[in-house]
């Protein structure tokens, strides 16, 4: 086995420790990219290919690059909202390789030359944020944090903030409200953040593991980095494998893997059952029947994208043969109808309707035209909301829909309708569009 890149501790326990870590190599990078033109650095991560291990997967030298050169203040915001269900990657470099974080989102502030970094942690990680305080202090004891970092012209302060548990704010637009103290709500881009980010000046947000995969790629190079995974997504990932798999957990592995591999290597699925399907991206993205040809797709953002879903945060979610897909989907449903922040029509709007009626679905209380309304719902909401939660609501229910049909049929069919309410009739809302038979 290779030493991990990012989950370092595996290999050196106590690498969360300054001295342990910078006797194992730790702030090379940062030293090494003071000695170089901040445009140069940008270059190094262009060139490697990293894409943001955020969710979206945009490349992240080109996000830098979006930096205005101009005078003035310029911040860098570190995703560690990390809300997702089923990922819980971020909180352990948070934990065990605090340094690597740290030092990487230095390293990319030089490079856009910002003034200061804002570290946006999920408010439940507390406990990790008070660490992460301490370890900030002892880097800038040691010259890499505040003034004059590593004896260069170069300033720079670090900050903590705490959210206080809404996943809309890990949307990076609705992440810097929160920072600004506002209602965490998403803003209208454009302008986009590269531009005009946190309090109006250049802010580049990237993702907590984005940023740990920067100090390797410093020291070692470009074409180092890309001898993992494809030329399209290179590098290590680590994938958080939950659900109904024999040894959950996270697994740092290069990019490329199969799904087969994967699920292989996290002890296969529990208690011997089968594979029914697979949520690659938690439940924001669509999930796809464990059928051959998805167990031998590779984990790439192409190749994972080329069967209708996405990498995402590669949250891996494992469904055995007796998961019952209506009620996994109801889940799902009422999650993003409780994250919905309100701010636009169709989110708030579609994601109470849609829980509405997969409410109906599952308690038998359903036509068999509310499964047409609700693939309408959804659709009616793809693309027309203010940020991508609207879109994420709408895989859970599109996907499901699509590969496991039956499970749907089979519910409406045994419903009674005698007992199903008017559409419309609840809690004094506006009526839904009727289903077909209503
Ligand atoms: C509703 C919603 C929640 C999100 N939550 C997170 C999160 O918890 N952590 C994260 O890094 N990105 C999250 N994102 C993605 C961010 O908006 C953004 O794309 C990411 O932080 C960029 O970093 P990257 O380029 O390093 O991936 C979320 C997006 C949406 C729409």
Redesign the pocket.
């Known amino acids: 086995m290779p030493p991990h890149i990012l989950l370092r501790e595996l290999d050196i326990p106590d690498i969360r420790n300054f001295d342990v870590y910078t006797a194992n190599g730790g702030y090379e990078g940062l030293r090494k990219a003071l000695t170089m033109k901040p445009d140069e650095v940008t270059q190094v991560v262009k060139d490697s290919n990293l894409r943001?291990?955020?969710?979206?997967g945009?490349p992240?030298g080109l996000?830098w690059s979006f930096v205005p050169k101009v005078e003035g203040p310029k911040y860098v915001a570190v995703?560690a909202?990390?809300?997702?269900p089923g990922t819980f990657k971020d909180r352990q470099i948070l934990e065990n390789n605090p340094h690597q974080l740290l030092e990487g989102a230095l390293i990319c502030a030089y490079a856009i030359q910002a003034t200061a970094i804002y570290i946006y942690c999920r408010g439940e990680f507390w406990d990790l944020a008070h660490n992460l305080e301490e370890q900030i202090e002892v880097a800038r004891k040691a010259g890499w944090v505040g003034q004059n970092i590593g004896g260069s012209h170069w300033s720079c302060e670090v900050y903590i903030h705490l959210g206080a548990g809404a996943?809309?704010c890990?949307?990076?637009s609705a992440l810097l409200n929160s920072i600004e103290g506002k209602l965490g709500q998403p803003r209208v881009r454009p302008p986009f953040p590269a531009v005009s980010g946190l309090y109006a000046a250049p802010t580049v947000?990237?993702?907590v593991e984005?940023l740990a995969n920067v100090p390797p790629i410093i020291v070692n190079g470009a074409a180092w980095f890309k001898t993992m995974g494809t030329e399209k997504s290179p590098g290590p990932k680590i994938f958080c494998m939950s659900g109904h798999i024999a040894r959950p957990g996270n697994y740092e592995l290069p990019l490329g893997i199969t799904f087969r591999e994967l699920i292989e290597t996290a002890g296969g699925v529990a208690n011997g059952k089968k594979l029914k399907a697979i949520l690659p991206s938690g439940a924001s993205g669509p999930m796809v029947p464990g059928t051959d040809q998805v167990l031998d797709t590779k984990l790439t953002y192409e190749d994972v994208a080329a069967l209708g879903t996405v990498l995402g945060?590669a949250s891996v979610i494992i469904l055995d043969e007796d998961t019952d897909i209506v009620w996994a989907t109801l889940k799902m449903a009422r999650f993003f109808r409780h994250e919905s922040c309100g701010k636009c029509t169709p989110c708030r709007e579609g994601t109470y309707w849609l829980e509405k009626r997969m409410e109906a679905i599952y308690g038998r209380k359903a036509a068999p035209a509310d499964v047409k309304l609700i693939e309408d719902v959804a659709m009616q909401m793809q693309g027309k909301c203010l940020?991508?939660?609207g879109d994420?609501a709408t895989s859970p229910i599109l996907s499901s829909v699509k590969h496991f049909r039956s499970e749907y049929d089979a519910y409406v069919a045994s419903a009674q309708p005698a007992v199903r309410p008017a559409a419309g009739a609840a809690r004094g809302r506006a009526a839904a569009p009727a289903a077909a038979g209503d």
């Not at 943001?52 to 979206?56: D, S, V």
């Not at 909202?81 to 997702?84: A, H, I, N, V, W």
Request: aromatic residues 12%; contains cysteine; glycine residues 14%.
């Open positions: 943001g291990r955020g969710g979206a945009f992240t996000k995703n909202d990390e809300s997702e996943y809309i890990g949307e990076e947000i990237n993702n984005t945060s940020c991508a939660l994420f």
